[in-house]
């Protein structure tokens, strides 16, 4: 299933405006040429061991691990510890850091919170509902501009 197909889950209680942006996100997206790579697809603050030194011991939950755009992993790491955490993390990553990494982050970041609507996955029900107010207003802030930046 593509993006637009799981999102079709999602749109029947989404404004015209939010529709429009949710859209101009996807067509952006799909027009990218997309690094591949392995990525975990479920990296979040519950999945990493951090030892009493901060220093990160162990990943768990390798179940959605698969071959696709790395800043799936950076969008979740940035929705869990915060953008200057995702910046901290940038600057010891010793992978390739494509053109577009962090504009595609920020995208599959605010696209979170309606991927797990239609995956009908609410699990904190005040972090849900927060993540779609400020999806609501950035979409508002975009008035027909992706946003990316």
Known sequence: MDARQH?????????????????????WL???????????RD???????????GDLVGVID?????????????????????????DLVLAHYRGPVSEGLLARARIYRRLDTLWEVA???WGDRP????????????ASRSSGSTGRS
């Open 62 to 86: 390798f179940g959605d691990t698969t071959i696709d755009d790395p800043a799936l992993d950076f969008a979740k790491i940035a929705g869990d510890f915060g953008d200057p955490f995702l």
């Open 7 to 27: 999102f079709d889950v999602a749109r029947s209680f989404l404004t015209d405006k939010v529709r429009r942006w949710l859209d101009e996100e996807i067509s």
């Open 119 to 121: 995956e009908d996955a």
């Open 43 to 53: 990296i979040r603050a519950q999945h990493l061991y951090i030892d009493s030194n």
């Open 127 to 138: 972090t849900a509902i927060r993540r779609l107010r400020s999806l609501a207003a950035a």
């Open 30 to 40: 799909e027009q990218q040429s997309l690094p591949l790579a392995v990525v975990h």
